[in-house]
């Protein structure tokens, strides 16, 4: 198994600004993922996060509203920039989906709340 | 990867009943998972069954795949208040990434 540290467990910010969220794993993986999940909605998968290469974004997500990184196999940032109330959001870190026996770990979350 | 959906979007029973939720998909997959949410927060793997079983159980979960029908179950016996939390299921096309449809909301009531 894997143990997927997220942080912070929540912030609440002022619009234009930007917040970094970072997930540490305990073990290498190959795999990383970004979502969002909005009040009483499903989680939407932001982009896969690579190692060594840019980040993989999903339809209606973009690299200069959501900078990912991915510096080594156990870690990686999210940042939502330039942030308005519409970001508010849960943003869920995971990792796995190959080897790990298939399954996804997933950070505890960060609840973020954009004034 | 292709969106599996979930079925009811809410479900409410008493302590000690079983709870059924159904999840259907679209294409052919290796394998398809479930996982609970609690209250928002990261969600957790409960079970994954492959695309040649068709039935699995952990603990007081049971897991049935119908790969004809595209579609799976997960019944949950003799619930407590502590599953109170949204289920979701993920079939694994054998791509690499997941996606989650809108889960079903399960709230045992003590």
């Known amino acids: 198994s894997a143990v997927i540290s997220q942080k912070p467990s929540r912030d609440i910010c002022q619009r234009g600004t930007s917040l970094t969220i970072q997930c540490q794993v305990d073990s290498q993986v190959t795999m990383m993922f970004w979502y969002r999940q909005q009040p009483g909605q499903s989680l939407t998968l932001i982009a896969t996060a690579n190692q060594g290469s840019e980040a993989t974004y999903e339809s209606g997500f973009v690299i200069d509203k959501f900078p990912i990184s991915r510096p080594n196999l156990t870690f990686s940032t999210l940042t939502v920039s330039n942030m308005s109330p519409e970001d508010s959001s849960i943003y869920l870190c995971s990792a796995g989906g190959q080897g790990i026996n298939e399954k996804l770990f997933f950070g505890s979350g960060t609840q973020l709340s954009v004034l | 990867s292709q969106q599996g959906e979930e079925d009811p979007q809410a479900l409410s029973i008493q302590e000690g009943e079983n709870a059924t939720m159904n999840c259907s998909y679209k294409?052919?997959?290796?394998?398809l998972q479930w996982y609970r949410q609690n209250s928002g927060r990261g969600l957790v793997h409960l079970i994954l069954i492959r695309s040649n079983e068709r039935e699995k159980h952990s603990g007081r979960l049971r897991v049935t795949l119908d790969t004809s029908k595209k579609s799976s179950s997960l019944l949950i016996t003799a619930s407590r208040a502590a599953d109170t939390a949204s289920y979701f299921c993920?079939?694994?096309?054998?791509?690499?990434?997941?996606?989650f449809g809108t889960g079903t909301r399960l709230k045992v009531l003590a």
């Open positions: 993920a079939p694994d096309s054998g791509t690499y990434k997941y996606i």
């Open positions: 294409t052919s997959i290796n394998n």
